[in-house]
């Protein structure tokens, strides 16, 4: 994660070295909901600036589609994000403590995969790129 005291430069030089991914699950609910990769990376763009809800543990809640839609992201400082959960605001407020608490663990997990680990992920289509820092 960030620090508190970056500058709007160090965060933006920190966004370009990471890249973003979707899960297969998270692939899925997004086209349901007509959520295009584009709208999923300009959301990454605010999430570095602070304009989500960061739940701790590297776990971060960014709404979607004009509000519609609650996305559960989890992050790897300096690596990559990924697209975890999406959930319709209607169908429900937020997600329970201990569905948090999973995604919290599954953070850690993903910190510990090797660059072979996730190259495999994308290669058995578990997470699929849609943009890096690059592009973000």
Not at 117 to 136: A, Y
């Amino acid at each position: 994660m960030l620090a508190l005291g970056a500058t709007l430069g160090n965060v933006a030089s920190h966004a370009k070295s990471e890249r973003i991914f979707k899960t297969a699950w998270f692939a899925r609910a997004a086209w349901k909901a007509h959520i295009p990769d584009e709208e999923l990376c300009s959301a990454i763009r605010q999430v570095v600036l602070g304009q989500a809800d960061n739940l701790g543990g590297g776990v971060f809640k960014k709404r979607l589609r004009k509000n519609q839609y609650r996305s559960i992201i989890l992050a790897r400082a300096g690596r990559y994000w990924v697209y975890e959960y999406l959930f319709a605001k209607q169908d429900r407020g937020n997600i329970e403590d201990d569905e948090l608490a999973d995604y919290r663990k599954l953070v850690k997990a993903y910190a510990g995969l090797t660059t072979h680990q996730v190259n495999q992920l994308i290669r058995e289509n578990d997470w699929m790129e849609i943009c890096s820092g690059d592009e973000t």
